[in-house]
């Protein structure tokens, strides 16, 4: 089977197609025909070598050489513990090195794919969706009537934290650049703030929830336009220069918590079935649909990369592996 592979740290160059032999699925393993897969940010950093993550990705050369994580496809084989899954099953979810044309997976980590969805929609949700839906949920604790500003609104998370924030009851401003202005508004947000005019730390308003999805403004900034007892939920940070990358505003999120009156959050979203199958049922009820920018073949995934790396993506970058 072909499979895309890296052997050394590098720009999305370093990847390119091989021939790999097709993996057997453990007991408690799904073996998946993968039809689609996402890619997300961390894609680049594993692949770039970030030093940060050395030691758990290999110092000097890629422990693991095939990226990827976010799929859909359609089950082949299972192992002989699955029980909630049949050979032909079309699913979603997460695994490792899903940049392939067949992957195993935990079956703890799938659901069925939604109806309502192509295996390219479906591919967009896992990693994006399931941080949208925890940060906002779990983290932020969004109720209805909150007030909710979502910096970085356009991009893959952000497209489903406008959605989820929305079907959670919130009035949602979007930060976004004006030519994402159309894209954040039709998605639902109320109110977009484009932040090539306008800077959001300006703003009059007081916000429940700051979901930020860029890093970008000082979170002493950030405070000034959140109510008193208001939540900052950190989702991405830049990845900043040299070896240390974004562990300064990593840190200063930590350690300002204790000094400032709001809560301040950084967390790292999960993905298991019911995970998966919260974000099913939104989609299933047209509460969630990914928004999706570019489809780019397998063989092409390299590319796909290198466009994600750029930092604009509208929505998801999705790439399709042909049945
Ligand atoms: N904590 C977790 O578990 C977790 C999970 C997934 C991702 N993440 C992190 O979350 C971050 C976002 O991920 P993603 O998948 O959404 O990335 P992405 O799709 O690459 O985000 C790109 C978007 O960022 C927007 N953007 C860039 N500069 C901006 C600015 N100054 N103000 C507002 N928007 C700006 C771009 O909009 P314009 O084109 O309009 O500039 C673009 O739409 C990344 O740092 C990623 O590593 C964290």
């Given at each position: 089977?072909?499979?895309?592979?890296?052997?050394?740290?590098?720009?999305?160059?370093?990847?390119?197609?091989e021939?790999?032999?097709?993996?057997t699925?453990?007991?408690?393993?799904?073996?998946?025909?993968v039809?689609?897969?996402?890619?997300?940010?961390?894609?680049?950093h594993?692949?770039?070598g970030a030093y940060?993550?050395r030691?758990?990705?290999g110092l000097?050369k890629?422990?693991?050489?095939?990226?990827?994580?976010d799929?859909?496809?359609?089950?082949e084989?299972?192992?002989r513990?699955?029980t909630?899954f049949?050979?032909?099953?079309a699913v979603?979810?997460?695994?490792?090195?899903?940049?392939?044309?067949?992957v195993?997976?935990?079956?703890?980590?799938?659901?069925?794919?939604?109806?309502?969805?192509?295996f390219?929609?479906?591919?967009?949700?896992?990693?994006?969706g399931l941080?949208?839906?925890?940060g906002?949920?779990?983290?932020?604790r969004?109720q209805p009537?909150?007030k909710v500003?979502?910096?970085?609104?356009?991009?893959?998370v952000?497209?489903?934290a406008?959605?989820?924030?929305?079907?959670?009851g919130?009035?949602?401003?979007?930060v976004?650049?004006?030519?994402?202005?159309?894209?954040?508004?039709?998605?639902?947000?109320?109110?977009?703030?484009?932040?090539t005019?306008?800077?959001?730390t300006?703003?009059?308003?007081?916000?429940?929830?700051?979901?930020?999805?860029?890093?970008?403004?000082?979170?002493?900034?950030?405070?000034?336009?959140?109510?008193?007892k208001g939540?900052?939920?950190?989702?991405g940070?830049?990845p900043?220069?040299g070896?240390?990358?974004p562990?300064p505003?990593?840190?200063?999120?930590?350690?300002?918590?204790?000094?400032?009156?709001?809560?301040v959050?950084?967390f790292?979203?999960?993905v298991?079935?019911?995970?998966?199958?919260?974000?099913k049922?939104?989609?299933?009820?047209?509460k969630?649909?990914?928004?999706?920018d570019?489809?780019?073949?397998?063989?092409d995934?390299?590319?796909?990369?290198?466009?994600?790396?750029?930092g604009?993506?509208?929505?998801?970058?999705?790439?399709?592996?042909?049945?």
């Amino acid at each position: 089977m072909k499979a895309l592979i890296y052997h050394a740290y590098g720009s999305p160059d370093v990847l390119h197609s091989e021939d790999v032999e097709k993996p057997t699925p453990g007991d408690d393993e799904v073996l998946i025909r993968v039809r689609a897969a996402a890619v997300n940010p961390l894609d680049c950093h594993l692949m770039s070598g970030a030093y940060i993550l050395r030691p758990l990705t290999g110092l000097r050369k890629p422990k693991l050489t095939c990226p990827g994580a976010d799929l859909a496809g359609e089950i082949e084989a299972i192992g002989r513990n699955v029980t909630r899954f049949q050979p032909g099953d079309a699913v979603f979810g997460a695994a490792r090195r899903s940049f392939a044309e067949y992957v195993c997976a935990p079956e703890t980590r799938l659901a069925l794919k939604p109806a309502n969805l192509t295996f390219e929609q479906a591919a967009a949700l896992p990693v994006a969706g399931l941080t949208a839906l925890q940060g906002l949920r779990d983290r932020g604790r969004v109720q209805p009537g909150h007030k909710v500003l979502i910096n970085g609104a356009a991009g893959g998370v952000g497209t489903f934290a406008v959605q989820i924030a929305k079907s959670l009851g919130a009035e949602v401003t979007g930060v976004c650049s004006t030519r994402s202005v159309d894209l954040v508004r039709s998605i639902g947000a109320d109110h977009v703030i484009d932040y090539t005019r306008d800077d959001f730390t300006r703003s009059a308003e007081r916000y429940d929830l700051i979901f930020d999805c860029v890093g970008n403004r000082p979170l002493s900034d950030c405070w000034r336009v959140m109510t008193r007892k208001g939540t900052y939920v950190a989702v991405g940070v830049r990845p900043g220069g040299g070896w240390i990358g974004p562990l300064p505003r990593l840190l200063m999120v930590l350690l300002s918590s204790p000094f400032v009156s709001q809560n301040v959050v950084f967390f790292m979203a999960r993905v298991n079935d019911k995970e998966l199958l919260a974000l099913k049922e939104l989609v299933e009820a047209n509460k969630v649909k990914p928004v999706i920018d570019r489809t780019y073949a397998l063989s092409d995934a390299a590319e796909a990369i290198r466009y994600l790396k750029e930092g604009h993506a509208r929505g998801k970058v999705v790439i399709s592996v042909p049945s």
